[in-house]
């Protein structure tokens, strides 16, 4: 549990969308630990009633915290409302897993809630999660969204008995609670048309709330498209570590079982996010697997760069130059696959109707690129002499970085890539033809 402290640091600086200027003039509010007594604390507030996996009704709880302020000046009229949601694989895990995460929250100011969720399958396996059906995943995470909502509109309900500002509500997730979180804002009825015959016995989602900011730690989404811009755009924070062996980090089936779709992970969400214009910041973990508090310096690392673009490009709209890729370790697993990133149209919309037409069924050998690790110029040659139209490059976060059209009559190409950083670049030819190169 020790461990978890760490992760608190990351989360802070955190203050989103801001309207009252106070809450920005303050340097310490919300960075520092200003409110050091206990916070004041409201255990098993039962916020709803519903069947779990079982057809049983059960009692839905939440623990609220206030700061108690030490003096007149550090006290505030109301203040932002940080909800945190447990881990646990949808089948495991309670609200006192984050128990001292919500202490340290509220002692940097803010009312933080830790709720409970329903969890379990029907027939769990929990030697073999694989042989698990994925319906019963599936709908379990659909009642973690509902119970979510419901437990956000009843602290609104009760905004002034704990002094929460409803305009700026914050959830942050670990695990199955990042996919609750990612989902909680975004997630809307026509997301679940196709699935309408699991859900129907479920009950209808909740109307979200405006949510300021979701946080994903090692988090996922089903299905990317459900992040969308139609109603609200939700900033979204994502860190993620490149070899995390539980939720994929790109776009892998869930927890690596054969027999279960793909879903998208970090990098999806972060492609999503970039070509809907949505604010984010992404950070990719290089060799950290599900558990980030592993290395333990890794949240140390990172406390700067979240602070500042968390408390200066969100909270005070003042912007700073960071790089969204943090590396850490190396050779210490596979890099991940690169997946090509979802077309953004003129309109800042994807069609999430069809496959994206990057996508393609061919083998990552088709084109050769060599030399590969490359430095300052790459070879491209396209199979059977095939005419060289188009080459694009897209780096992690799906942004395509390069793009080069010919005319004449080649199928072979030497591209410049000196002035790109270095990392795992996608390269798509033709637009069907894809492989990788590493640039040093």
């Not at 609670?177 to 989602?205: R, V």
């Given at each position: 549990?020790?461990?978890?402290?760490?992760?608190?640091?990351?989360?802070?600086?955190?203050?989103?969308?801001?309207?009252?200027?106070?809450?920005?003039?303050?340097?310490?509010?919300?960075?520092?630990?200003?409110?050091?007594?206990?916070?004041?604390?409201?255990?098993?507030?039962?916020?709803?009633?519903?069947?779990?996996?079982?057809?049983?009704?059960?009692?839905?709880?939440?623990?609220?915290?206030?700061?108690?302020?030490?003096?007149?000046?550090?006290?505030?009229?109301?203040?932002?409302?940080?909800?945190?949601?447990?881990?646990?694989?949808?089948?495991?895990?309670?609200?006192?897993?984050?128990?001292?995460?919500?202490?340290?929250?509220?002692?940097?100011?803010?009312?933080?809630?830790?709720?409970?969720?329903?969890?379990?399958?029907?027939?769990?396996?929990?030697?073999?999660?694989?042989?698990?059906?994925?319906?019963?995943?599936?709908?379990?995470?659909?009642?973690?969204?509902?119970?979510?909502?419901?437990?956000?509109?009843?602290?609104?309900?009760?905004?002034?008995?704990?002094?929460?500002?409803?305009?700026?509500?914050?959830?942050?997730?670990?695990?199955?609670?990042?996919?609750?979180?990612?989902?909680?804002?975004?997630?809307?009825?026509?997301?679940?048309?196709?699935?309408?015959?699991?859900?129907?016995?479920?009950?209808?989602?909740?109307?979200?709330?405006?949510?300021?900011?979701?946080?994903?730690?090692?988090?996922?989404?089903?299905?990317?498209?459900?992040?969308?811009?139609?109603?609200?755009?939700?900033?979204?924070?994502?860190?993620?570590?490149?070899?995390?062996?539980?939720?994929?980090?790109?776009?892998?089936?869930?927890?690596?079982?054969?027999?279960?779709?793909?879903?998208?992970?970090?990098?999806?969400?972060?492609?999503?996010?970039?070509?809907?214009?949505?604010?984010?910041?992404?950070?990719?973990?290089?060799?950290?697997?599900?558990?980030?508090?592993?290395?333990?310096?890794?949240?140390?690392?990172?406390?700067?760069?979240?602070?500042?673009?968390?408390?200066?490009?969100?909270?005070?709209?003042?912007?700073?130059?960071?790089?969204?890729?943090?590396?850490?370790?190396?050779?210490?697993?596979?890099?991940?696959?690169?997946?090509?990133?979802?077309?953004?149209?003129?309109?800042?919309?994807?069609?999430?109707?069809?496959?994206?037409?990057?996508?393609?069924?061919?083998?990552?050998?088709q084109i050769l690129v060599y030399p590969n690790p490359a430095k300052n110029e790459i070879q491209i040659a396209t199979p059977d002499n095939e005419f060289l139209e188009n080459i694009q490059l897209f780096d992690y976060q799906g942004r395509n970085v390069l793009f080069a059209q010919y005319n004449e009559n080649n199928?072979?190409?030497?591209?410049?890539?000196?002035?790109?950083?270095?990392g795992l670049y996608l390269i798509i030819v033709n637009k069907k033809y894809r492989n990788t190169v590493i640039i040093q």
């Amino acid at each position: 549990m020790s461990k978890l402290i760490y992760l608190f640091f990351l989360f802070s600086a955190i203050h989103i969308n801001a309207q009252n200027n106070s809450y920005c003039d303050d340097p310490n509010l919300f960075i520092k630990e200003q409110f050091l007594e206990t916070p004041q604390t409201t255990k098993n507030i039962i916020y709803g009633k519903a069947k779990d996996f079982s057809g049983k009704t059960i009692n839905l709880t939440l623990d609220i915290l206030l700061p108690k302020a030490q003096n007149d000046s550090a006290k505030l009229p109301k203040r932002p409302l940080f909800v945190w949601i447990h881990g646990g694989y949808f089948i495991t895990g309670a609200k006192e897993d984050i128990g001292l995460l919500a202490i340290k929250t509220a002692q940097v100011g803010y009312v933080c809630a830790n709720i409970n969720y329903r969890i379990g399958l029907s027939n769990l396996n929990s030697t073999d999660l694989c042989k698990n059906k994925w319906d019963e995943f599936f709908k379990a995470g659909y009642r973690a969204v509902q119970d979510t909502r419901n437990a956000i509109n009843f602290l609104k309900a009760n905004a002034d008995k704990y002094n929460i500002d409803t305009t700026k509500i914050i959830v942050a997730g670990v695990s199955a609670g990042a996919i609750t979180a990612l989902q909680t804002p975004f997630a809307d009825d026509s997301d679940f048309l196709a699935t309408q015959n699991l859900i129907n016995p479920l009950g209808k989602m909740p109307k979200a709330s405006t949510i300021s900011a979701a946080i994903s730690l090692s988090g996922i989404v089903i299905d990317d498209c459900m992040i969308d811009d139609f109603d609200q755009k939700t900033p979204i924070f994502i860190a993620h570590g490149t070899c995390d062996n539980v939720l994929p980090f790109d776009e892998q089936p869930l927890l690596f079982c054969p027999n279960f779709p793909k879903v998208s992970g970090a990098l999806g969400v972060a492609q999503r996010a970039e070509c809907l214009n949505i604010p984010y910041r992404f950070l990719a973990l290089e060799g950290v697997t599900h558990d980030i508090t592993k290395p333990s310096t890794l949240p140390l690392l990172l406390i700067d760069s979240i602070k500042a673009y968390l408390k200066y490009e969100i909270l005070c709209q003042k912007p700073q130059k960071q790089s969204n890729f943090v590396s850490l370790l190396k050779n210490v697993c596979p890099l991940p696959s690169a997946i090509a990133p979802k077309p953004c149209g003129s309109t800042n919309t994807i069609n999430c109707n069809t496959v994206a037409n990057t996508e393609t069924n061919s083998t990552t050998n088709q084109i050769l690129v060599y030399p590969n690790p490359a430095k300052n110029e790459i070879q491209i040659a396209t199979p059977d002499n095939e005419f060289l139209e188009n080459i694009q490059l897209f780096d992690y976060q799906g942004r395509n970085v390069l793009f080069a059209q010919y005319n004449e009559n080649n199928n072979s190409k030497m591209l410049n890539i000196s002035n790109l950083k270095a990392g795992l670049y996608l390269i798509i030819v033709n637009k069907k033809y894809r492989n990788t190169v590493i640039i040093q």
